[in-house]
Nanobody, 120 residues
Framework: QVQLVESGGGLVQAGGSLRLSCGAS????????MGWYRQASGKERELVAA???????NYADSVKGRFTISRDNAKNTVYLQMTSLKPEDTAVYYC??????????????WGQGTQVTVSS
């Protein structure tokens, strides 16, 4: 079992920055893919950024060049640095940890979500 706890959301003006943090209850970064998802009101949850165990990142086109996912292995924490924020970035942001083993066993965990609101 893995517990994920997000923090860092809030209200910011357009053009501003925020950094989200996601603390994991144990060391998982060597095997799990860590991701940040978001869900805006009335919309489906979407992947924003992902970071695999090898350090490879993946970003949604809408955030490329503005958001950066990173991790601190010693702190079991993954971050999402968000810059040049736009009103359309307003959503609840969720941290995700997922792994699939060779026998196809899969585990996936979600944080509770943190609200990000960008005012125009």
């Amino acid at each position: 079992q893995v517990q994920l706890v997000e923090s860092g959301g809030g209200l910011v003006q357009a053009g501003g920055s925020l950094r989200l943090s996601c603390g994991a209850s144990r060391s998982i970064f060597s095997t799990y893919v860590m991701g940040w998802y978001r869900q805006a009101s009335g919309k489906e949850r979407e992947l924003v950024a992902a970071l695999n165990s090898g350090g490879v990142t993946n970003y949604a086109d809408s955030v490329k060049g503005r958001f950066t996912i990173s991790r601190d292995n010693a702190k079991n924490t993954v971050y999402l640095q968000m810059t040049s924020l736009k009103p359309e970035d307003t959503a609840v942001y969720y941290c995700n940890a997922a792994v699939k083993y060779r026998d196809n066993t899969r585990y996936e965990y979600w944080g509770q979500g943190t609200q990000v609101t960008v005012s125009s």
